[in-house]
């Protein structure tokens, strides 16, 4: 059983930047994709950025992030790992809760698969991310 916690929220000022963590835990699959989703009320939930853990690493990243933000990936061993999310230039627009989220994934996914929310199957509890115009 796969378990998400995210840190790393909080608020800053437009321009800024912030690191958001998620420690993932419980991964007995040999590959997953992880990501970072976010989602402010009246909107659906985008995908910001996200990677496959098995051979080739790929990335994926949501347009309107691009450039900005950056994913990264700690393994502490083989079934625990924190991921990260690297996110500068800063928004007003940027403002969201952020999720971590996972789902094992045997075989490199096409890039869009992996801004999916429907393809992921646990998710953390969210980072409040404020971004003061």
């Known amino acids: 059983q796969v378990q998400l916690a995210e840190s790393g929220g909080g608020s800053v000022q437009a321009g800024g930047s912030l690191r958001l963590s998620c420690t993932a835990s419980?991964?007995?699959?040999?590959?997953?994709?992880l990501g970072w989703f976010r989602h402010t009320p009246g909107k659906e939930r985008e995908g910001v950025a996200a990677?496959?853990?098995?051979?080739?690493?790929?990335?994926?990243?949501?347009d309107s992030v691009k450039g900005r933000f950056t994913i990264s990936r700690v393994s502490k061993d083989k079934y625990e790992s924190t991921l990260y999310l690297e996110m500068g230039s800063l928004e007003p627009e940027d403002s969201a809760m952020y999720y971590c989220?996972?789902?094992?994934?045997?075989?490199?996914?096409?890039?869009?698969?992996?801004?999916?929310?429907?393809?992921?199957?646990?998710w953390g509890p969210g980072t409040r991310v404020t971004v003061d115009a």
């Open positions: 989220a996972a789902t094992p994934r045997r075989g490199s996914p096409p890039r869009w698969q992996l801004l999916r929310p429907d393809e992921y199957d646990t």
């Open positions: 419980g991964l007995y699959h040999s590959s997953y994709q």
């Open positions: 990677i496959y853990t098995g051979g080739g690493g790929m990335t994926a990243y949501g």
